[in-house]
């Protein structure tokens, strides 16, 4: 498990700073090396420290794969709960929770590749934890598209399964997004939107 200093603001302030580098530091070798191809030793000297005093911040490279994996799928829905705040239309909610899920794709390339490629190495016990953030996630765009069934703008189809879908083109970006491609955020929210909301808002 990670750890905080609990010894004044000032000392844990310092402790949170030193940790994020860290956990930096591993986000990019396991995704550039892979999990299992990376060592503690490869991250403390990717951040400068000896190995021996990595492990005041941590117990076990898992714990580094867990504390990452945890933050992608916290943060990515703390992102979509704010981008759909004051939306009142389920249109509009189920095209802003596309944007969101986008805009923190590509801001986030890195760790959200980690995610999807990494998460089965977690012991079952930490998967648990995470999967039950990722159906708080996934949740809150079904309920999207329940709400626009119920007031008839969307169409009859299984609300899960459409989000899976959505969930599933959008996290592809990863793999393929490089701005040396020419192709903008915007271009990309504009197409994938579109093309969603065309096929589930009733003509």
């Not at 844990?12 to 503690?40: C, M, N, P, W």
């Not at 420290?49 to 990515?76: F, H, N, P």
């Not at 981008?83 to 969101?100: C, F, I, T, Y």
Request: net charge positive.
């Amino acid at each position: 498990m990670v750890r905080v200093k609990e010894q004044g603001k000032e000392n844990a302030s310092e402790t949170r700073d030193r940790l994020a580098e860290i956990l930096d530091a591993a986000a990019e070798l396991f995704y550039k090396q892979g999990y299992h191809a990376t060592t503690v030793q490869d991250v403390a000297d990717q951040v400068g420290m000896l190995k021996g005093s990595l492990y005041y911040y941590i117990k076990s490279k898992e714990d580094l794969l867990y504390a990452t994996l945890e933050q992608v799928i916290t943060r990515g829905d703390d992102y979509l709960v704010h981008k759909l705040a004051g939306s009142k239309n389920p249109v509009d909610k189920l095209r802003l929770a596309m944007e969101a899920e986008i805009e923190y794709i590509i801001q986030n390339q890195v760790t959200v590749g980690l995610f999807l490629h990494e998460f089965h190495v977690l012991s079952s016990q930490r998967r648990r934890r995470i999967l039950a953030k990722m159906r708080q996630f996934e949740n809150r765009i079904v309920a999207i598209i329940e709400e626009g069934q119920a007031a008839g703008q969307f169409i009859d189809v299984n609300p899960r399964l459409a989000v899976y879908g959505i969930l599933g083109m959008c996290n592809w970006i990863y793999r393929w997004y490089r701005r040396s491609r020419g192709m903008s955020l915007d271009e990309i929210k504009s197409v994938f939107t579109r093309m969603v909301l065309e096929g589930m808002v009733k003509a």
